[in-house]
């Protein structure tokens, strides 16, 4: 029995290996693709050709991820290497590589600061993201949008949270995601072991798990009945970015703004009378000889009493009354012609 599971191991990484070898060679070659694209890009100033042309980037991207994924499952790395990288750019980098891209809403919960992943995790962050968004996709109808939210946590972690609005997992379903992208027992996996044509996603998750150290959990239920899975990226894998020398890309998610703050409202005026108006019996309750006495009303008190808030003006009043001043003064000219034709 032992010799025939060391036989399968055998035959097994003789398979990765071989697949490691081809993969590396097609990711080599999508690169190359990739840069000559990016110059079409650069030197075109037609608008219906340069859509042709990011149609053509979009679908280079797509192979690229599948390619990529296949590697890393394989021992390999991901074969591209970022300086430290904003996490909203990581994200927007990895909607990129998706079918079905404009489904995914990303929204960012972050504080202002320029929160970054560092050079060496930002490609396997953005691979996760990719796979998990990918999965989110796939099990939802295609009219059903797929949320991201990036937040920050009281622990220093950041993380990135993907809800679908699909019919869910099962049991088994979820004891076997959350075994694979848990990186536990990663070089163990056998390929064979993914099925026909072979799951490679989840599997490529526990393999980056393993080999950096965040963490990625699917085993919640969505606010909207699907799955949410979670992708945390620990404080030693995060960095401070200077937005201002190196800002985000314009297709990162931009945070909220706060909400403005209102207006107090004026203050109420008192309801107190007016100081000249004032009851003189008040001030002497105990004392029932004393007469009222009348006080002299200040020059400053008597503004006050006197001062009114403008009254506000009618459109149709003002009209009504300029008609009535203009027929009392052609009635008024009228009487005085007639007059003067009388005594003539």
């Not at 797929?146 to 920050?152: A, D, G, M, S």
């Not at 019996?281 to 200040?298: E, F, K, V, W």
Request: glycine share 10%; charged share 25%.
């Amino acid at each position: 029995m032992q010799t025939l599971v060391d036989e399968r191991g055998r035959i097994d990484a003789a398979a990765r290996a071989a697949l490691r070898g081809a993969c590396t060679a097609i990711q080599a070659q999508s690169f190359r693709l990739q840069t000559l694209i990016d110059d079409l890009q650069r030197d075109c100033r037609d608008p219906e050709v340069l859509q042709e042309y990011f149609r053509i980037d979009q679908l280079n991207e797509r192979v690229l991820r599948l390619v990529q994924k296949a590697a890393i499952v394989s021992g390999s790395w991901p074969g591209l290497v970022r300086p430290d990288t904003h996490l909203p750019d990581v994200v927007a980098g990895a909607t990129s590589r998706l079918h079905g891209f404009e489904r995914v809403q990303v929204h960012t919960k972050l504080p202002a600061g320029g929160v970054g992943v560092v050079g060496r995790a930002a490609e396997p962050v953005a691979v996760a993201c990719a796979e998990l968004m990918a999965n989110a996709l796939e099990s939802s109808r295609g009219d059903l949008a797929v949320e991201v939210t990036l937040l920050q946590t009281d622990n220093g972690s950041v993380c990135v949270q993907i809800d679908d609005a699909g019919k869910g997992m099962t049991r088994e379903a979820v004891a076997r995601g959350t075994r694979l992208v848990s990186g536990e027992n990663a070089g163990e996996l056998l390929i064979t072991e993914l099925g026909d044509p072979p799951a490679l996603g989840f599997a490529a998750i526990g393999q980056l798990v393993a080999d950096h150290g965040f963490h990625v959990s699917v085993d919640q239920v969505s606010p909207y009945g699907g799955v949410r899975a979670v992708l945390a990226v620990p404080p030693h894998l995060l960095t401070t970015i200077d937005e201002t020398a190196e800002p985000p890309s314009a297709m990162a998610a931009m945070p909220t703004p706060a909400p403005r703050t209102p207006i107090p409202p004026v203050a109420a005026v008192s309801a107190e009378p007016a100081e000249g108006l004032r009851d003189v019996s008040a001030s002497a309750p105990g004392d029932a000889s004393t007469l009222p006495q009348r006080r002299r009303r200040s020059g400053s008190s008597r503004g006050r009493s006197l001062t009114r808030a403008p009254r506000p003006v009618d459109p149709e009043e003002a009209g009504t009354a300029w008609g009535d001043f203009e027929q009392a003064v052609a009635a008024g000219r009228d009487g005085t012609d007639s007059e003067n034709k009388d005594k003539s």
